[in-house]
C-alpha cells in the first residue's frame, strides 16, 4: 500500500497472466516439436538467430550464403516486427527466403515459423533443404521463451554492445547452444572484454559452444562455416 | 491443417492471451497514472529511456550526471533483468538510484516502478527531485507498451545498430517523445544513414523530437542538456 497515492500492486492480474502465459508457451512446445519433425522430413537442420537490433545477424547472413554457396542447399526464414528489408537483402544472394512480420510481436512463435516452413518449400522443386536459417527479430529476451522447433540455437553478441550483456540476460544464454561474438574487428575501438563475455557466458552455461566473427573482414568465419558444415551430421 | 504434419495453430489461446494482456494493461496504464502524480508530488519530471541493450543508455546517464551536477536534483530508477551492475555505475555519480530487477521479464512495468519510486524517495532527505531518469530493460520492443508514469519517452538508438532501426521498430517510435540517436562519433566507421534514420523516424511520428550525441567525446551533449533542463517547464 502506498502512503503517496493509496494504490496497490495488482497481484491478482499478474497470476491470472502467469497461467495463460503457460497454456500458451505448452501450445508453442507442442507445435516446436511438430515443426522439427516437419524440418526433419525437409531433409535439413534449422538454427534459431537470436539477438539485439543491430548485431549484424542478416549481415553474417548475407557473407554466410557467399561462402555456402554450391555447398548446401539453404533455405532462410527472416522474422521482423514489420517492412520485408531483411528478406529482400537476402534474397539478393538467389536462396529460397520467407519474411515473417509479427505486426507487433517482439519474437517468433512456433506456429509462425510452420508458416514460414510450408512457404519456403514451396521455393523449392523438391521441398529438401540442408541447412534453414530463422533469423528472430531483434531482441535479446523474448525470443528465449519460444523453441520454434530449431535443432540449434545461436546467441549473438556485437562488440558495441558490451561485454557485459551474458551476466545481464541470463535466460537467453541458458537455452543456447552457441554464442557468436560479432564485430570482432571493431574491439579496438571499444571497450569489450572478450575475457569477461566468454566466462560469463560459460559461467551461465558450461556446455556453450563460443566463436568470434568480423563477417565483412573474413575474421573467424572459417570457423564459423566449419561449425555450420558439421551441424547436419550431429 | 498442414499437410506435412496434420498440425493446427492454437487461435483460441491466441483469443484468451489478448484478452489477459488487455485486462494487464488497463491495471498497468491506472498504476501509471497513479505514479504520474507521485512523481509530480516528488516536485520532478520522469523520464522513461527505452533502447536496445548496449545502446548506451546508461553511459548518457553517467555523462549527463556530471554535467547537472549542482544544477539538477536527479534520481535514478535502474531496470535490468538480472544484476546491479548500471545502478552500481550510477551509484559512483552520488546521486540517489534503485536498481530493479525483473527477474526475467522484459520490460519494466507501472507496479515495480512504483516500488521504486518509494525506495528512491528514502534515499531524500526532503523527497524531493528535480528530475528522474527511468532506464528501462533493453529491448526496443516490449518496453514500448507499458507507461510508466513518465512524463517524456525517449528512444535512443546507437549507430552500430544501423539507421534502419525506426522503420523496424514502428510501435516504439509511435510512442516516443524524443529520439536520440547515440555514438555519433562513430559514424565513420558504419554505414548509418542519419538521413534515412531521421527520416523514417519522422514519417512515423512527426512530432518526434531528434536529438544526437556523442556522450564520451562530448558531442552533442550541450543540446541535450538543455533539453533536459528545460522539461521540468513544460
Not at 531433409?43 to 534459431?48: H, L
Not at 529438401?128 to 530449431?150: M, Q, Y
Not at 579496438?188 to 572478450?194: A, E, H
Request: hydrophobic fraction near 40%; proline fraction near 4%.
Amino acid at each position: 500500500m502506498c502512503d503517496t497515492c493509496g494504490c496497490h500492486i495488482n497481484e491478482h492480474t499478474d497470476t491470472k497472466t502467469v497461467e495463460v502465459h503457460e497454456s500458451l508457451l505448452a501450445a508453442n512446445r507442442e507445435q516446436a516439436r511438430k515443426n522439427r519433425a516437419h524440418i526433419e522430413a525437409m531433409g535439413a537442420v534449422a538454427v534459431n538467430m537470436i539477438s539485439s537490433p543491430g548485431s549484424g545477424k542478416t549481415t553474417l547472413l548475407e557473407h554466410t550464403l557467399d561462402r555456402l554457396a554450391g555447398k548446401m542447399k539453404i533455405g532462410v526464414i527472416e522474422g521482423d516486427i514489420e517492412t520485408e528489408r531483411d528478406a529482400d537483402r537476402i534474397r539478393k544472394k538467389g536462396v529460397p527466403v520467407v519474411q515473417l512480420t509479427t505486426g507487433g510481436a517482439c519474437h517468433l512463435d512456433a506456429p509462425l515459423v510452420h508458416k514460414g516452413l510450408h512457404a519456403l518449400e514451396h521455393q523449392s522443386k523438391d521441398g529438401k533443404f540442408d541447412l534453414i536459417f530463422i533469423e528472430n527479430v531483434g531482441n535479446l529476451v523474448c525470443p528465449a521463451t519460444f523453441d520454434l522447433g530449431e535443432h540449434e540455437r545461436i546467441i549473438l553478441v556485437s562488440v558495441p554492445e558490451g561485454s557485459d550483456k551474458p551476466a545481464k540476460y541470463p535466460t537467453t544464454f541458458h537455452g543456447a547452444d552457441t554464442f557468436v561474438i560479432t564485430k570482432i574487428d571493431l574491439l579496438k575501438y571499444f571497450d569489450f572484454s572478450l575475457d569477461e563475455a566468454r566466462t560469463e557466458a560459460l559461467q551461465l552455461n558450461s556446455g556453450l559452444r563460443i566463436l568470434q566473427v568480423g563477417a565483412p573482414a573474413g575474421l573467424g568465419m572459417d570457423d564459423w562455416i566449419t561449425y555450420l558444415q558439421e551441424l547436419p551430421a550431429r
